[in-house]
Nanobody, 126 residues
Framework: EGGLVESGGGLVQSGGSLSLACVVS????????MSWVRQPPGMSLEWVSG????????YYRDSVKGRFTISRDNAKSTLYLQMDRLDDDDTAVYYC???????????????????WGQGTRVDVSE
């Protein structure tokens, strides 16, 4: 049928690293700006990082700058997020989302993106 499928989540110790991937189908991946959005336990959705369709521009929320790296491989229809020096504030369900590379709004809502993955859980232990 198609869609967006994240992988790579899991349990990691504080200070550790984790790599996420999102395989995209059902849409022309190379035509879409992409973002990673996360939802900490009991909290609202927050935008994490974005990348333009051509991969030439990347964007990050302040709290992950210097620690996270977003990238994409259009030939493989795959979006990536490399996360380094993780801390407990990074614990969340991480979603890939298609349609935007930045979010001007203070709060992310599902309507901000036309396409979402199912999410992959990242748990950072103290």
């Amino acid at each position: 049928e198609g869609g967006l499928v994240e992988s790579g989540g899991g349990l990691v110790q504080s200070g550790g690293s984790l790599s996420l991937a999102c395989v995209v189908s059902g849409i022309t991946f190379r035509d879409y700006d992409m973002s990673w959005v996360r939802q900490p336990p009991g909290m609202s959705l927050e935008w994490v990082s974005g990348i333009t369709a051509d991969g030439k521009h990347t964007y990050y929320r302040d709290s992950v700058k210097g620690r996270f790296t977003i990238s994409r491989d259009n030939a493989k229809s795959t979006l990536y997020l490399q996360m380094d020096r993780l801390d407990d504030d990074d614990t969340a369900v991480y979603y890939c989302a298609a349609g935007r590379s930045t979010i001007p709004s203070a709060v992310v809502v599902r309507r901000d993106f036309p396409y979402w993955g199912q999410g992959t859980r990242v748990d950072v232990s103290e």
